[in-house]
């Protein structure tokens, strides 16, 4: 019994190795981010390298608003975002909730035409979809950054599987007294739905938040760039600037890293969810 | 009475069906389907100024199937496959399998390994391009006190996939990983019981009921990274900058699509190579939905 009780603890102490290992690997990149943003240029390109600022300058985090339209980018990938999770909370759940309890002839062509856009990389419709923002004439504008992504094939599918598993009794009862379906979607199903509408959210947050390609193609004026396009743009402009580059990276990612310190299960969870109902 | 309020719902079912899917269908009608068909059509025509489109028969597969950068391209792609998908399988399946277990402190290891995952992969590839630089990069001067000098990471055309492959893989690993463990801890608890009242190990119980039973989440995982390597883009556009010597050794598909259709603005001949990316996406998904009935195991 002693001798199994000891092997268990040996067992443990290798687990607990490889677990820490993982973790200094995992938070190496993001400790040396930190630590070069607060280095002056000399000081980060020294050799032998410097691992500590001797002096932390916050001076990294100023230059980057004078060098670049930071302000002006953050705010278009917030403006991108949140327009972004809203209307695809608002268009992929009301569609879902037809698909999944209302009928009508053609439903369920329609939904499985629907779903033939997952089978698709989303890079194979970027350039046509670059010509209609064209022609649209609304390169480089805000809404440039979000069309085509406000209709979400798998958001609606998705929400689809999650009213599908709520009961119909409840509609049955809203219908006799008189709602229409919209009202028993709006105020009946909706906030049962939650769960599946806070998973979609963070899902389409994280991708809209750190999308590179699409915002780098159709917005080429500084002004209108996202982070990502702007920190891509940054290092090509000025490569050499390491600590200034790494001030704005900091600042790109730390929202989404509040986001998740505050709401961790609901990330976590809602990752773990589309590979269940995968 | 009955049967008049009845075929009243029936109607308002028909009525707000189409008027609650209208705008989502619409949308993905003008950008989803419609670009659907426009590439194909782009891939037979060439599209010059103001977007002018003649027709040019096979000519942009003929030359696809003739450029020697396509080949490589391709062939840079399924290096970055081979590296890349088995290496966060297996180290993904090794952390789940770990964090599976009765050690303290599990959901902060979780919560610690998931970062990546919701960082911008921009920002991440800026931080790694820092750290792999070859001569102010604190991994060459911790390498150098090992008496490992000057090793190219990035500019070197022999080695810039192996780090991109491995930034790659960092990037990953965390996501599939928590989708690994929630499978695993779907398992019941029952099996493992009895397992170990017949004397079964903890390695013995890993591959006799874990492995085999977290087999639909596996493959997921395995087919979603297989999809998404296929089309690695941002990380190489990061970290290799358009001047580089191994700018041609690691140019992934997507890579070379983007740069066809809009550094070089040769749309039609883009439109071609995002048609062979098509196919190999739609192989993959045949295959996926051929094998997914005959290995995996569905019963639980």
């Known amino acids: 019994m002693n001798s199994k009780a000891k092997k268990r603890n040996k067992g443990h102490i290798i687990i607990y190795i490889v677990l820490f290992s993982g973790v200094l690997i995992t938070l190496l990149p993001f400790i040396w981010m930190l630590l070069t943003s607060l280095k002056t240029q000399s000081e980060a390109i020294r050799v032998p390298p410097v691992i500590f600022p001797a002096k932390p300058v916050l001076s990294n985090y100023t230059d980057v608003f004078r060098d670049v339209p930071f302000g002006r980018m953050y705010l278009n990938t917030i403006i991108s975002a949140v327009v972004t999770v809203a209307a695809q909370l608002l268009l992929c759940s009301m569609a879902a909730y037809a698909f999944a309890k209302l009928e009508f002839p053609g439903r369920d062509i329609i939904f499985m035409t629907l779903l033939a856009v997952l089978m698709v990389p989303s890079s194979f419709f970027i350039l046509p979809q670059y010509l209609i923002i064209q022609k649209m004439r609304l390169l480089n504008t805000i809404p440039a950054l979000f069309i085509p992504n406000l209709f979400s094939a798998f958001g609606t599918f998705l929400l689809r599987q999650f009213f599908m598993s709520l009961p119909s009794e409840l509609e049955d009862a809203a219908a006799l007294d008189g709602c229409s379906p919209f009202m028993t979607y709006w105020r009946i199903m909706l906030p049962l739905a939650k769960p599946g509408l806070v998973s979609l959210g963070i899902l389409t947050l994280r991708f809209a938040w750190n999308d590179l390609m699409w915002p780098l193609i159709v917005n080429t004026s500084r002004e209108k760039m996202t982070l990502t396009a702007g920190l891509a743009y940054m290092q090509g402009q000025y490569h050499t600037n390491y600590p200034e580059m790494m001030a704005g990276a900091m600042m790109a990612i730390i929202p989404l890293l509040i986001l998740f310190a505050v709401f961790q299960k609901q990330f976590i969870e809602g990752i773990a969810l589309t590979g269940i109902k995968g | ?300």
């Open chain 2, 1 to 300: 009475m009955k049967k008049k309020q009845m075929s009243r719902r029936k109607r308002s079912h028909i009525l707000y069906g189409y008027l609650m899917i209208a705008p989502l269908t619409a949308g993905l009608g003008i950008f989803y389907f419609y670009p659907f068909f426009k590439v194909f059509y782009d891939s037979f025509h060439v599209v010059g100024a103001f977007n002018k489109t003649s027709w040019a028969g096979l000519s942009n597969y003929v030359t696809m199937f003739k450029d020697p950068v396509m080949w490589s391209t391709l062939w840079n792609t399924l290096r970055y496959v081979l590296v890349i998908v088995p290496f966060t399988l297996a180290l993904s399946i090794l952390l789940a399998a770990l964090l599976n277990t009765d050690i303290k402190g599990r959901s902060v290891f979780r919560v610690i390994y998931f970062i990546p995952a919701i960082t911008m992969s921009t920002a991440i590839s800026m931080i790694w391009r820092w750290i792999f630089n070859s001569d102010f990069g604190i991994l060459n001067f911790f390498l150098s006190k090992l008496g490992i000098r000057n090793v190219l990471w990035l500019s070197d055309p022999k080695t810039a996939w192996i780090t991109i492959s491995i930034v790659a893989v960092w990037m990953n690993v965390g996501y599939q990983m928590i989708i690994l463990l929630a499978g695993m801890q779907g398992i019941s608890r029952s099996y493992y019981e009895s397992a170990s009242l017949d004397g079964a190990g903890r390695f013995q119980q890993f591959f006799g009921i874990t492995l085999p039973l977290l087999t639909p989440t596996i493959f997921f995982v395995l087919i979603t990274t297989l999809i998404s390597t296929f089309q690695i883009f941002d990380v190489i556009y990061m970290m290799i900058n358009s001047k580089s010597l191994a700018k041609e050794a690691s140019q992934s598909i997507v890579l070379y699509f983007y740069r066809n259709a809009f550094e070089y603005s040769k749309k039609g001949y883009a439109s071609a190579i995002a048609i062979f990316l098509f196919v190999i996406i739609m192989v993959i998904t045949a295959f996926q939905m051929k094998v997914q009935n005959k290995w995996v195991n569905y019963d639980q």
